[in-house]
């Protein structure tokens, strides 16, 4: 598992982890998300995911609050 922290949260149910060393922030989308309700996400809550490649790039999936 790889940790982070959530740079955004978008309206439209997706948003972006941050992770150190890292230059370009990761996508998520909210199906993606264990035991978290995509409305309680705020912008620095620490977090944990797994790293797959979709079609536009890298995602994270099976993402949990760290």
Do not use: P
């Not at 922290?5 to 997706?14: E, L, P, Q, S």
């Amino acid at each position: 598992m790889q940790k982070g922290t959530i740079a955004r949260v978008m309206d439209k149910g997706f948003g972006f982890i941050s992770i150190e060393g890292r230059e370009k922030d990761l996508f998520f989308h909210m199906n993606e998300l264990n035991d978290i309700n995509f409305d309680d996400l705020k912008e620095g809550d620490a977090v944990e995911f797994e790293i797959v490649m979709g079609d536009k790039g890298e995602n994270a999936v099976n993402v949990s609050r760290a």
